[in-house]
């Protein structure tokens, strides 16, 4: 294939000495190393690279510069890719999106045939599928599958990792055009720190594609602003612009989130394409386009041309085309008195005030009508190339927070003010000499006249959409989708204004058309971007290791993973109660309160006291907020007069720490909170044989009498200095250890070794809710939730109203007192062996809902279902009867109950 | 949200780096005043424009902070520690208080 590429030349993006192959609806193609996607394709032959949104027209490459929607393809599984600007890479598997069965037999293309009769014209989908009504499921399936571009697969699983990076830069610029280039050069040389964006393969804009005569100022610039250390993203780009000049540059499967003290706009500006009819033919392509394909890749667009323009950017492309062999037939010009003498000295017949009719042709294009004033001239083709004047790129200006304005001198929409930071370059300035585009105020045909290629919203759309009284381009957008497709009207915006402008007779130099909005996404962005990883890693214990090792099922258990089970959850919590459990609760979150105020400042931070506890004791206690409303739970050991040693909740640990800080920013009282939750690991060895397995293991004294429940000790065990809490989560007799995490894993080997002789088993998070459950101890956040205070859920004894101190929630449960309780949490237990769902009713006397079950698991132990609810003041006393609700539609009677179901009063606990 | 937060401790960082603790309230001082209780825990000015609040530099130092910000423009005009900031009586809001605590 590789002779249908014109000769080498200097400024060529393709390398020829490399050979790299893909395949393409199946059948393997090959470019060369540089070439896209698309001009890999093209160079191969292919004229049609997808079918229209709408109508499934051929499609043809009309910008290759990522604008259009015209060449999205499939690119391994992810759909909607721009192959004009997506290098090849060998073996990848390209094919289209939304033809079937293929791309040159589209059934769905007969849709298109049946306009205008049938009328697939604007609204033609909430006209015609609303009778009958019922039909309508059924019409919903059919369109969904003929419509949209592209499908997600569902089974797709990822496999390479997406990142997101955080950058702050002094300088970034949009756009590596001479403009940008030039920006950037002169930041950067000034000693800012600047980085620069371009999504194409080259850099230099203009002065890449633009053929030779730009390169030596390209090489001038690239040496600057390689000199000057411009840190180039290429090929990447930007997003959009969001608040604070937040701008997210997508490069490859990174996203640099990019909030640069200075953005340059440096997005030059984009060639527009006429309208006419069949103006969506392959083969027509904008000037910029085919130059592209010339002077970048050295492929030929076509054998013959026409050229249909309306601006001097037309006479440019003639000239590029000839030079790259292309017979140019004709350049038809719209403007009746433009200067036409450079195509007219390179030999091409030039036709002043001629506007292009129709495109001819079916599949593809096969020539051009152009008519002035009635006259009309008939040319065969095999490429036509419009070049519809420039417009400049403003889409991030407004984004960005900017306002533009239309300049009746340039014709066209420059900045008009710009939020702090801002700065916009080069064309997309407005800088660039006039377009002097006229209004392309189409002739009638009945052909199909494109506006907006994304969406398939034609003239005629656009006309019908105003004639039923959509009176304004904000109101036809809305109703035609005009300017809403993935090119967010960059292909459209000045057409569509125009032809509004033309239907409602307006003056369009005049600003009353407006301008539709474009919003972010700047390009098609893979979900794998926008999801790339975050920064919340998982946490993991110290041992984390040995119960993967040892058959744990990790979980996460908020930012933690934690052993679920180690296979039997059952004969765990039986462990615990026949013998020796050994849990890893290194997750508790664990802080230091620390100072003379320390006391004072936990009795005015907890609704318990503290002032009163003796040294080497142990304390449970609840966290309020200032609303009464209970946020957290844990021990409170004292270590000195002036040592707190804090545990929460494991998934309170962070917000503990927050809330503690946040107190004490406030009271500023002479203590310091430290956050020892990471460093400090913690194992709760439990069971009746507790005490004989660890006192092997330390000269601590664990005797009853020495250490007795609630006392927390200092102790060395198996070498390691630990902080020994008698405390009893799980019912029965059980030491919590904590210890240097670096000596965590030896001293859990230690006691596992130490518990061998009684058959010690590790047990996991849900046995050992199983076993609080037994024990009636709450979980707060499964238990309670934002309107459970301590009354109420049954801890009046643990708040001290006659407390000297104010305390954070004393005012609110004062209030609650003296309002009285309305609701009890209470334990139950079932009556006809059901386990109730968790989240599940409690049924009041009227049959409706009154209470609600909020813990609900089968002990094995006690031979029956039990767990906690929280129930209406009336059905709250010992013994009650409650109907529970079922999923299935029955119903489970239970006898509510105030003492612990297990060992009630916790005689294991203190032996 | 996506704007720089200068923490008192670690000089400009980007917002996403702070936990918000809402608006800086005046703490109830009795159960008896049913509307004032009510007031503290529950009700916020939601100000369209300056306003005093909290933030917790939640990736950074982990301390607490005031500022003052525009909250139509999101611009801060200024920070303080607990105290710095003129008429700091302030305390944290009872409502965002316990949502991050629960968090």
């Known amino acids: 294939m590789a002779d249908t590429r014109l000769a080498s030349r200097q400024g060529e993006l393709i390398d020829r000495s490399r050979q790299v192959s893909f395949t393409w609806q199946g059948a393997e ?122 499908k997600l697969d569902p089974e797709h699983r990822r496999t390479d990792r997406y990142e997101k990076i955080h950058r702050h830069v002094d300088v970034l610029v949009i756009g590596g055009g001479e403009a940008g280039l030039e920006a950037a050069a002169e930041a950067a040389e000034a000693g800012k720190h600047t980085a620069l964006v371009d999504e194409g393969l080259a850099l230099g804009g203009y002065l890449a594609w633009g053929g030779p005569k730009g390169h030596a100022r390209l090489e001038e610039l690239l040496g600057r602003i390689t000199a000057a250390g411009v840190e180039v993203l290429q090929p990447a780009f930007a997003g959009g612009v969001y608040e604070g000049l937040l701008v997210p540059v997508y490069q490859g499967r990174t996203m640099h989130r990019v909030r640069p003290a200075e953005l340059v706009i440096a997005t030059g500006a984009i060639e527009q394409p006429l309208v006419f009819g069949n103006n969506d033919l392959p083969g027509v392509m904008l000037g910029t386009a085919a130059r592209r394909l010339v002077n970048q890749f050295r492929v030929m667009p076509g054998e013959e041309a026409v050229v249909v323009t309306s601006s001097d950017e037309g006479f440019d492309a003639a000239c590029d085309l000839t030079d790259g062999g292309v017979n140019v037939v004709a350049v038809a010009d719209a403007r009746p008195n433009a200067d036409g003498s450079r195509v007219e000295d390179a030999g091409i017949e030039y036709l002043p005030g001629f506007q292009p009719l129709q495109a001819k042709g079916s599949k593809a294009v096969s020539g051009v009508v152009v008519t002035r004033n009635g006259e009309s001239r008939s040319f065969g083709c095999d490429l036509l190339v419009m070049a519809g004047g420039s417009v400049g790129h403003t889409a991030f200006v407004t984004q960005g927070g900017g306002t533009i304005r239309y300049d009746r001198e340039r014709r066209r929409y420059v900045p008009d003010s710009l939020p702090k930071g801002m700065r916009v370059v080069g064309s997309a300035a407005g800088t660039a000499a006039a377009a002097g585009a006229v209004p392309a105020k189409a002739p009638k045909t009945s052909c199909k006249q494109m506006v907006c290629f994304c969406e398939d919203v034609t003239t005629k759309d656009i006309g019908l959409s105003l004639d039923e009284g959509f009176r304004s381009l904000e109101l036809s957008k809305r109703y035609t989708t005009v300017t809403m497709g993935p090119c967010q009207g960059r292909m459209c915006h000045r057409n569509s204004g125009l032809v509004i402008a033309d239907e409602l007779g307006l003056d369009p130099d005049a600003q009353r058309v407006g301008v539709t909005t474009a919003r972010a996404p700047h390009n098609p962005t893979s979900f794998s971007l926008l999801a790339a990883r975050g920064y919340e890693p998982v946490k993991r214990t110290s041992t984390h290791h040995w119960h993967a090792e040892h058959g744990g099922k990790m979980l996460w258990a908020g930012d933690w993973k934690r052993p679920y089970d180690y296979g039997d959850a059952q004969s765990e919590a039986d462990a615990v109660h026949e013998s020796l459990g050994l849990i890893d609760v ?31 004791r142990v304390r449970y206690g609840i966290v309020c907020g200032d609303d009464g409303s209970i946020i957290d739970d844990g021990t409170v050991a004292r270590l000195s007069d002036t040592e707190y040693y804090v545990t929460t909740t494991s998934s309170g640990a962070g917000g503990m720490e927050q809330w503690f800080t946040w107190w004490n920013a406030v009271w500023k009282m002479d203590c310091e909170i430290v956050n020892v939750t990471s460093t400090i690991a913690a194992f709760n060895l439990a069971g009746p044989n507790a005490r004989t397995a660890l006192q092997g293991l330390t000269d601590f004294d664990l005797s009853n009498e020495a250490f007795p429940y609630l006392g927390a000790g200092q102790a060395q065990i198996a070498g390691v200095p630990c902080l020994v809490l008698r405390i009893g989560f799980v019912g029965e007799l059980g030491y919590e250890i904590h210890l240097p995490s670096a000596a965590a894993e030896h001293l859990w080997e230690k006691l596992m070794e130490a518990g061998e002789p009684y058959a010690v088993k590790p047990f996991g998070l849900e046995p050992q809710r199983v076993l609080r459950l037994e024990k009636m101890h709450i979980i707060v956040g499964q238990d309670t939730n934002a309107e459970s205070n301590p009354l109420e859920a049954g801890m009046p004894w643990i708040v001290k109203l006659d407390k000297e101190s104010d305390w954070i929630g004393r005012y609110a449960i004062e209030w609650y007192k003296n309002r009285g309780d309305r609701f009890a949490l209470v334990g139950w237990e079932a009556q006809n062996g059901k386990v109730p769902v968790e989240g599940t009713q409690v049924i009041g006397s009227d049959g409706g809902p009154a209470g609600r079950i909020t813990s609900s698991r089968f002990s094995r132990r006690l031979g029956k279902a039990i767990g906690i609810a929280w129930v209406p003041l009336s059905m709250s006393e010992d013994g009650t009867g409650i109907t529970i609700s079922d999923p299935s539609g029955a119903t489970i009677p239970a006898t509510v109950t105030h003492k612990a179901f297990y060992d009630p009063d916790g005689e294991r606990l203190r032996s | 949200m996506s704007f720089i937060l200068t923490c008192p401790n670690c000089g400009p960082r980007a917002v996403d780096e702070f936990s918000y603790g809402g608006e800086v309230t005046t703490r109830a001082t009795s159960s008896q005043d049913d509307r004032a209780l009510f007031h503290y825990l529950y009700f916020r000015t939601n100000t369209a424009g300056d306003q005093r609040e909290w933030w917790f530099h939640s990736s950074g130092c982990r301390e607490w902070f005031q500022a003052e910000r525009n909250t139509t423009r999101n611009e801060v005009l200024r920070v303080g520690r607990p105290g710095e900031l003129a008429g700091a009586e302030a305390v944290p809001d009872a409502a965002a208080a316990s949502e991050a605590a629960g968090g």
């Open chain 1, 29 to 150: 193609v090959s470019g060369y190393a540089g070439d896209t996607i698309a001009s890999a394709l093209f160079a191969a032959g292919t004229r049609v690279f997808s079918r229209s949104f709408k109508y499934h027209r051929r499609r043809g490459l009309m910008c290759c510069a990522g604008q259009c929607p015209n060449c999205l393809v499939n690119v391994d599984g992810e759909p909607t890719v721009r192959a004009c600007v997506t290098p090849i890479e060998q073996g990848m598997t390209v094919s289209h999106l939304n033809a079937w069965p293929s791309l040159n037999r589209d059934f769905l293309h007969l849709v298109g045939r049946l306009t205008p009769s049938f009328g697939m014209q604007v609204g033609f989908y909430y006209k015609t599928f609303i009778h009958p009504r019922r039909a309508w499921p059924l019409y919903e399936k059919v369109l969904r599958n003929a419509a949209g571009l592209g």
């Open chain 1, 586 to 616: 290194s997750t508790l979150g664990k802080l230091i309160v620390r100072g003379p105020d320390a006391a004072a400042f936990l009795e005015r931070l907890y609704p318990n006291r503290f002032g009163d506890m003796k040294l080497a």
